[in-house]
């Protein structure tokens, strides 16, 4: 059995993560309420199954077989409709128990049957008062509890039980875990270990801007006085127009972290381990401490507790002091002799229990941040024990050692899967595995890299050495033994891991029984790529000839198959959509395979059947790969395809291959429904006729391309036909729906090329091309369900007919079935070496055009449709990681990037589009420089590896012409040259070739990186150039240049510009960092919950969708524990539905938590932070928290001008937000500012007749009007009320709204003028009409804030709301006949964070 720990023993609260927020200020953890969920069956027959929510904080997992112990069998059907079953959350019947500790009074806790004893262990170690102790058991009536035993299944334990905690003896395991513990209290507020990124630990910032938690903190503040106190003026550098870009207030100084000083030092004492003697008298170890008042004692630990002993530095006396105060707890006895201790260590752990927990729950990935302070290298006796002993020992807490991997990642997946418990069981098993894994995989590789592992081929030469760690078997990213010389040498050995790591992601989420994949990390450190996989049993031992049973070891020389693999990759092969094909072996005879010919498969000497090296799984990129004799389609020759690329690796990603079948699919059924309706039309069909109209059509719909899709037809339309497609889309669509949380929910993907007529006035209203040929024939909706009544059929009773138009159909869109729509790929076509029997010649001419459809679908549609998306703003992207996901989710890969970027260069709106070209070239700078980066690190030995690498940022952004090198023998010079050992570690290289690298030599190597990879051409040779050409911000580009290739820089105020001096010294490089690769593993059952919610909400039904994202949210903890990306977006979510239902708090406590964990788990400066930020200062706002909503705005701000700079579409909607609050507090010339920038940028990057830029105008007006400046007022309300007129036409509402207001504006601005004249005609003693000068009520402010962010709420009658859901409905019927009267975006409730109604 696995057993799954963690190391971090008891830093975490155990509560359930659902219910952390409310605990987080009272310290008591006692409101552990755990949900549970009961799934009615979908069959209705109402059998529920039991699921306790086990509490997912990953900070302690048990062995399994006590993890749940099911009753119900509740079977539910996860994959397909889980909107069908009734989701009904009752609260567990929890009960409350006494808890009894000695020395402290008995306290009440909340508690649930489900939980286990070791629950309530880790509550007790995280409560102030009793976080002390670690070695205890619990015992009810004298008998001590089982640690691993459900509360329910404990005899007498009820309602008022009264358990008592008894200190147990220790061990050297236990003592070894107190005095870690104690570290972790002592540390808990320090934050070194997120900025050296270590044990799951990151940074966030939010409590600092927000004083606190936001709940109270609202509380307490009266609300009315608050106005007068609000400084509302921001530091000068966010002001629009402001041109410095600091970097130190990216970090601002938290005065709790000045930690205070509980000791001096606290370490291991050179006097363990204890003699054979003192072993016999019960010590365990010995400590050596330094209290703050300077004195100096040597600790024993016991089996009975610590005690002070007689040893001093250089004599061992082992005999108790006098007095000894034997204390069964460190902190005890350290309190009884030292009084700072004491008074410290209290004030410490109030202040650790007030933070939100969010802020200290290890992530499940290290996040590492490229910018920290100096931080001060204090003696940290666990740290250094962790550094020598690599952690192998006790960290894991289980026997044998160390843990194997392999066996771990293979029992996870085969544990049950047929209901719902037992899916989320082994989600959460296989989740935790997986992040486990990367951790360790992570140390290794780093541990290779730095020379600190001895390879198991010590004899070859560096880069050919493989090596094996904590059974983990690691290897070098180049081309060891020419293995790859035909593909590109040591490019395609680069490639090669990356590709394989796509294709184990995608085997894995296929998920089928009984086939195997490798754990598998790519990690990339000082400039190596190492490959981490999990070691197969056995391989080790044979020579891998004899264990290949299908597959190929040299690239389709010599190839084998084998029936068990055929079985077990067919089911594959459909969600795949790999081809079975058969190639030739070198004795000439026929092989099947269903995969590529490198994917091998072994049987290990545990029996299971494991597939390696799926670098191939998904077909070749033929715009990238130069074939004799092949031709490709016009539409990639037009831009230059194909193109020479560094290796022959480059393939499809698999969502473009999931784009592609989904846009042929919609062509096949619009062909057979023509065709259908011709043979209607003339009854006496010539069958001369049909195959060319199919022809004809086939073209028109070619190139016009329109498949307005919505992009997850699959998994929410529930009639979807696609009985041969849906199910594995839905699979498909998931990461990338999840990644983008709500915003991909409701948008039709048209990928059209682009309408120039349509994008001229920047509105881009997406004429759908292709309705109007679907409008104009009367009776196609009829045509298309007979179609789909066709295909969904096997086409075996269908009238021949009608099977000729499917046959039809199926040629003219490259089906490999003649009875239905089925595309699927063979991934060895144009593989060198690969050959084909004769009888599949006409199959393989069919898969080939295929590829080159596909090539040229991603530069005809995709490229066009990504464009599109960023005209009309339904895509932005604001920072390289940002662009690349856009990128990667229409199926685009990055070494597209300068194509991308030449056809927004020829795109007529291309001024709206600066920011993305901006982001995309620095993107494609940063990039190369990476790669030469790489290369560059390579040759530098450890001891220079901070000067070599200061010189690198200094050629790269400083102004500064010569920059020279220091080189490192200034510090140490050893005295005899040292003689050239053969065996060097990998970094080795003690060259200094690195110093004689230039600026003007770096950047000629950039532009010629750009040209030979990314066909795209820089013309600029100094850094300078190239920031005044694209303008593009030197902060950015490093802070870019950083998170690639995992620099840490020393946090303070660079100097890039100055021409004297450079801008790095080599004590500004702190620290550089793994990248790494690896498997997410999902929470499917979650995901469904969650996107079922979101489909809800969009119909209108809010209460429905917000149970059941709440219910994904339950489940989501369940499986990832408290701290996921995808968690982050249900919160987010949860908020928006909390604050349009009315629930201000509530809304502020999700939005608060969303926040927390986008900055913990994806960086406090990511693009999703800064607007994670803008929504938590709007509920604030609604809250009458207006100085924490400034405060918020202005760090989103400044977080933006860091990533992006001022020019970007989404500065607009910023501004507006602050100049909206600035005029709710009366800061009107601020207001201004910020309103009038925004105007700016609005008018800029939609159209000048855009209602955005209408509504920008109405804004400034309001303020003009507060200042009582009329005349400017009415010239804007003019500006927007011809916009309204224009696009709206005289009789709708804005347009009436805007009139109205202009007719006030003009009484005002002709009173105004009286009063004037009045006072010039009689002097001071005029009688002056009191003027109304309004400031604006909050209300008014906080509607036009929700106007602008997108939100809007719809004062509804009961009788409204029927209408409204009827009217919905109606819609979605329409849909589904696929003839929607207008674009979905109109429904009229919008959750979307990305289409603003205006």
Not at 630 to 654: I, N, T, W
Request: proline share 5%; hydrophobic share 35%; charged share 25%.
């Amino acid at each position: 059995m696995v057993s799954k720990t963690d190391d971090i023993p008891a830093s975490v609260p155990s509560c359930n993560p659902a219910d952390l927020a409310d605990e987080a200020g009272d310290g008591a953890q006692d409101g552990k309420d755990t949900s549970k969920t009961r799934l009615k069956d979908s069959c209705g027959c109402g059998h529920s199954a039991d699921k306790a929510m086990v509490n997912g904080d990953g900070a302690h997992e048990h062995t399994e077989e006590a993890e749940l112990k099911q009753d119900g069998t509740g079977e539910v059907d996860g994959g397909e409709e889980s909107n069908e079953q009734e989701v009904i959350v009752i609260q567990d019947t929890g009960f409350t128990v006494k808890i009894q500790a000695p020395g402290t009074e008995p306290f009440d806790l909340q508690v649930s049957p489900q939980e286990m004893v070791q629950e309530i262990h880790q509550v007790l170690m995280d409560r102030e008062d009793t976080c002390h102790r670690t070695c205890f058991s619990l015992q009810l009536d004298g008998n001590v509890l089982d640690n691993f035993a459900e509360l329910k299944s404990i005899e007498g334990l009820q309602e008022g039980s009264l358990l008592k905690v008894v200190e147990e003896p220790y061990t050297v395991r236990e003592a070894r875990i107190h005095v870690r513990h104690i570290r972790d209290l002592l540390k808990s507020l320090d934050p070194s270990d997120a900025y050296n990124g270590v044990d799951c630990n990151s940074l966030s910032f939010l409590s600092i801007f927000t004083d606190g938690d936001l709940g109270d903190s609202g509380k307490r503040k009266k609300k009315g006085s608050e106005l007068e106190q609000i400084d509302c003026t921001p530091p000068e550098h966010i002001l629009p127009g402001s041109k410095e870009r600091p970097l130190v207030p990216l970090q601002p100084q938290n005065k709790d972290w000045k930690p205070m000083q509980c000791l001096k030092v606290l370490t291991m004492s050179g006097w363990n381990p204890p003699p054979g003697n003192r072993k016999m008298h019960g010590d365990l170890m010995y400590l050596y401490i330094v209290t703050v008042e300077e004195r100096h004692v040597s600790v024993t630990a016991s089996t009975r507790g610590f005690y002070l002993n007689q040893s001093t530095t250089y004599t061992f006396n082992p005999k108790p002091a006098n007095p000894s105060f034997l204390s069964h707890s460190l902190v005890e006895l350290l309190s009884q002799i030292s009084p700072a201790f004491k008074k410290n260590f209290t004030a410490l752990q109030k202040k650790r229990v007030q933070r939100h927990p969010f802020e200290r729950i290890a992530t499940p990935f290290q996040v590492y941040s490229w910018t920290a302070p100096q931080v001060d290298h204090a003696m940290d006796c666990v740290r250094a024990e962790d550094a020598y002993t690599s952690r192998l020992g006790y960290e894991e807490h289980i026997p044998g050692q160390t843990r194997d991997w392999n066996e771990e990642l293979q029992t996870t997946r085969e544990l049950p899967r047929k209901n719902l418990p037992e899916r989320l069981l082994r989600e959460r098993a296989i989740f935790k595995v997986h992040s486990d894994f990367a951790a360790a995989a992570t140390r290794g590789a780093m541990a290779v890299i730095d020379g600190n592992v001895m390879a198991i081929n010590p004899g070859e030469e560096t880069r050919m050495q493989m090596f094996i760690w904590n059974n983990i078997f690691f290897s070098l990213g180049f081309d060891v033994r020419d293995h790859y010389r035909e593909l590109g040498g040591d490019a395609a050995a680069h490639a090669a891991p990356t590709n394989d790591l796509n294709g184990v992601r995608a085997y894995g989420a296929v998920d089928v029984e009984g086939l195997y994949t490798l754990g598998t990390v790519v990690v990339d450190y000082r400039g190596y790529r190492v490959t981490a996989q999990s070691i197969i049993p056995g391989i080790l031992e044979r020579e891998q000839e004899q264990s290949v049973i299908y597959g190929s070891i040299d690239f389709g020389k010599t190839v084998v198959s084998h029936s068990k693999y055929m079985e077990l990759l067919e089911k594959t092969s459909r969600p795949l959509k790999v081809q079975r094909h058969n190639v030739l072996n070198e004795k000439n005879d026929t092989v099947e395979l269903c995969s590529s010919v490198e994917c091998k498969g072994i049987i290990g000497n545990d029996g299971r059947h494991y597939i390696l090296d799926l670098l191939r799984t998904f077909p070749p990129d033929l715009n990238f790969l130069p074939v004799d004799g092949e031709e490709l389609p016009p539409e990639s020759q037009r831009q230059g395809f194909p193109r020479q690329h560094r290796h022959r690796l480059a393939c499809l990603r698999q969502e473009l291959i999931e784009a592609f079948v989904e846009h042929r699919y919609l062509l096949f059924m619009k062909m057979a429904a023509l065709q259908l309706m011709q043979q209607k039309a003339n009854k006496d069909t010539n069958k001369s006729e049909t195959p060319a109209i199919t022809e004809t059509s086939e073209t028109t719909t070619e190139s016009n391309t329109d498949t307005t899709q919505t992009q997850t037809t699959a998994s929410d339309s529930p009639s979807a036909p696609t009985a041969e497609v849906s199910t594995d889309n839905s699979t498909s669509a998931a990461p990338q729906a999840a990644t983008d949380g709500e915003e991909n929910s409701l948008k039709p993907a048209t990928n059209g090329p682009l309408d120039p007529a349509a994008t001229q006035n920047g509105e881009c209203k997406s004429p759908l091309e292709g309705k109007e040929l679907e409008e104009s024939i009367p009776g196609l909706a009829q045509a298309k369900e007979l179609a789909e009544t066709l295909v969904a059929e096997d086409g075996s009773g269908i009238d021949p007919k009608s099977r000729e138009v499917v046959l039809n159909a199926c040629k003219a869109v490259g089906s490999i079935s003649n009875t239905s729509f089925d595309i699927r790929f063979n991934p060895d076509i144009f593989s060198p070496g690969v050959r084909f029997p004769e009888d599949s010649v006409d199959d393989v001419q069919k898969q080939k055009q295929l590829l080159k459809d596909a090539a040229a679908f991603l530069v005809s549609c995709q490229i066009p449709s990504l464009v599109k998306d960023c005209l009309d703003h339904s895509a932005l992207p604001m920072d390289g990681a940002t662009l690349t996901e856009a990128l990667h989710q229409r199926g685009i890969n990055i070494r597209y990037l300068g194509t991308v970027l030449e056809f927004v260069d020829k795109t007529p709106a291309k001024s709206q589009l600066e920011h993305f070209y901006r982001i995309g070239i620095s993107e494609l700078i940063t990039r190369c420089a990476k790669h030469i980066f790489k290369t560059y690190l390579q040759g530098v030995e450890l001891s220079a590896l901070s000067a070599a690498v200061s010189h690198f940022l200094n050629c790269f952004l400083s102004s500064f012409p010569d920059a020279v090198a220091h080189l490192p023998p200034d510090e140490l010079v050893s005295r005899r040259k040292n003689r050239k050992r053969r065996n060097r570690v990998p970094g080795g290289g003690d060259n200094t070739a690195w110093a004689s690298l230039t600026p003007s030599e770096l950047w000629k190597n950039i532009a010629s990186e750009a040209q030979s990879y990314y066909h795209f051409t820089i013309q600029c040779d100094s850094v300078d150039q190239v920031v005044e050409k694209y303008s593009l911000q030197k902060t950015t580009l490093l802070r870019e240049i950083s998170i690639k290739t995992g620099i840490q820089i020393l946090i303070k105020e660079y100097n890039f510009d100055s021409r004297h001096k450079p801008a790095f010294t080599e004590e500004d490089i702190l620290n550089i960092f793994p990248v790494v690769k690896h498997v997410n593993p999902k929470a499917s059952d979650a995901f469904h919950f969650f996107q079922s919610g979101q489909a809800k909400v969009q119909q209108g039904f809010l209460k429905e969708g917000c149970e059941l994202i709440n219910e994904a949210l339950n489940l989501f903890n369940n499986v990832y524990g408290a701290m996921h990306v995808e968690i982050c977006a249900c919160l987010r979510l949860l908020a928006r539905l909390n604050y349009i239902m009315g629930d201000h708090p509530e809304a502020l406590s999700n939005q608060q938590k969303a926040v927390l964990m986008s900055e913990r788990v994806l960086g406090i400066e990511h693009p999703n932070t800064i607007q994670e930020y803008m929504h938590l200062a709007l509920y604030c706002f609604a809250n009458g928290q207006l100085s924490t909503a400034l405060k918020l705005l202005y760090r989103a701000r400044y977080l933006m001008l860091l990533v992006c700079g001022e020019d970007h579409p989404e500065m607009a909607l910023l501004d507006s937000n602050i100049g909206l609050v600035l005029h709710g507090v009366m800061e009107y010339d601020l207001s201004l500012r910020f309103l009038e920038n925004a105007l700016t940028i609005n008018t800029k990057y939609h159209g000048p007749r855009s209602l955005k830029v209408a509504l920008s105008h109405h804004l400034v007006a309001r303020v003009y009007e507060s200042k009582a400046e009329f005349r400017s007022a009415l010239q804007h309300e003019k500006e927007g009320y011809t916009i309204y007129k224009n696009q709206m036409g005289e009789a709708h509402e804005k347009t009436k709204e805007s009139s109205e207001y202009l007719k006030y504006l003009t009484q005002q601005a002709v009173a105004l003028q009286r009063t004037m004249n009045e006072i010039y005609k009689n002097g001071s003693n005029a009688s002056i009409m009191p003027l109304k000068f309004t400031a604006p009520s909050m209300a008014s402010v906080l509607e036009q804030l929700n106007i602008i962010n997108g939100i809007i709420f719809i004062p509804l009658s009961q009788k409204d709301l029927e209408n409204l859901k009827a009217e919905v409905q109606r819609r979605q019927q329409l849909q589904e006949l696929g003839k929607s009267e207008d674009p979905i975006e109109d429904s009229p409730l919008e959750l979307e964070d990305k289409i603003p109604i205006d």
